[in-house]
C-alpha cells in the first residue's frame, strides 16, 4: 500500500487521465444492480478528485461515458445520467470551496438535455476557478475526436485560412477537444482489463500506463498514491537512451 509521503512532490504528474472500470462487476459480486456499482463509483470520484486537490494535481481527465456507452440498456444509460446530474448538483460547492475547474470533453450535445444544462451551468460557475481542471469525458470517443479534428483542419485549409503544408502536430493537437491542456503524463485504468478502449488516443502518445485489478468502486486516494509512486519509479525517454537522459 502507497503511502503518501513516499510521493516526490517534485516530480508529480501534471495530468492524470482514469479509465473508471468494474462498477458494474463490483456490484454484481454485491449481487446488486449495475447502478449501485455507479452510485459507489461517485464516491471514489470525491475521493480521488480531493486527493487530487491536496496533492496539487493540475489535471484529472474522467472517462465517464464512451460513445459506445449510448448502446448500453436504457435505463442504465438514464440512471448514469441522472447520477451525474444528482452528483454534479451535490458536487458544486466542494468545487467552488476547492477551487476545482469542471471542464467536459465528448459530443456533449448527444447529452439529455438537463444533464446538458447542469453540466454548462457547473462548467460556467466554476470557470474562473484556477485550482484542479477536472474533465469529464463524455459522450466520448477518441476517433471521433481526430475525425473532427481533420474536419475542422481540412475546412481552415479549404477556406485559405490554413496552408496544407503548414499542418503540423500541433496544428492537429490545436484542434483536439484537450488544446487547451497538456498530455496526461499517466494514464490509470482499474478492473484489471488492459485496454484503451478509444480514450485519449493522440494524447497519451508519451503516457506510462498504469493497470490496476481494483475494481473503480474500491479505488480510493491510497491507490492514486500507488499510481504516482509507480509512476515515479519510471524512467521516462521519450525516444532517448537512458545515457542521454543522465
Ligand atoms: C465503467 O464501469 C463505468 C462507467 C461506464 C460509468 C462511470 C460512471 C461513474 C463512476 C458515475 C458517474 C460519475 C461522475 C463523475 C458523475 P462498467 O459499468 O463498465 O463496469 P463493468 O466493466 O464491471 O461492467
Redesign the pocket.
Known amino acids: 500500500m502507497g503511502f503518501k509521503d513516499q510521493i516526490d512532490f517534485s516530480k508529480l504528474p501534471q495530468h492524470i487521465a482514469i479509465i473508471?472500470?468494474?462498477?458494474?462487476?463490483?456490484a454484481k459480486g454485491k449481487g446488486k444492480l449495475?447502478v449501485f456499482?455507479?452510485r459507489n463509483?461517485?464516491l471514489s470520484?470525491r475521493d480521488i478528485v480531493e486527493a487530487s486537490v491536496e496533492m496539487g494535481i493540475g489535471y484529472l481527465t474522467?472517462y465517464?461515458?464512451s460513445s459506445e456507452?449510448w448502446n448500453r440498456p436504457r435505463l442504465e444509460v438514464s440512471a448514469?445520467m441522472e447520477?451525474?446530474v444528482s452528483?454534479?448538483h451535490k458536487e458544486i460547492e466542494n468545487f467552488m470551496r476547492n477551487n476545482v475547474r469542471l471542464n467536459a470533453i465528448g459530443d456533449l450535445k448527444m447529452l439529455p438535455e438537463k444533464c446538458f444544462r447542469e453540466l454548462t451551468w457547473a462548467i460556467d460557475k466554476t470557470s474562473a476557478n484556477s485550482g484542479l481542471t477536472l474533465t469529464?469525458a463524455l459522450s466520448y470517443s477518441s476517433r471521433n475526436e481526430m475525425v473532427q479534428a481533420a474536419k475542422n483542419i481540412a475546412c481552415k485549409v479549404k477556406s485559405g485560412e490554413l496552408n496544407a503544408e503548414d499542418i503540423d502536430e500541433r496544428t492537429f493537437a490545436a484542434n483536439l477537444y484537450t488544446r487547451n491542456m497538456p498530455d496526461p503524463e499517466l494514464l490509470i485504468r482499474t478492473?484489471g482489463e488492459y485496454r484503451i478502449s478509444n480514450y485519449l488516443l493522440w494524447q497519451i502518445a508519451y503516457a506510462e500506463l498504469y493497470f490496476t485489478p481494483k475494481?473503480?468502486p474500491d479505488f480510493r486516494r491510497e491507490d492514486l498514491y500507488d499510481a504516482i509512486i509507480d509512476y515515479q519509479k519510471r524512467e521516462r525517454r521519450f525516444g532517448l537512451t537512458s545515457e542521454q537522459l543522465n
Open positions: 473508471m472500470d468494474g462498477n458494474g462487476r463490483w449495475r456499482g455507479h463509483g461517485v470520484v474522467l465517464t461515458f456507452n448514469i447520477l451525474m452528483t454534479i469529464l478492473s475494481l473503480w
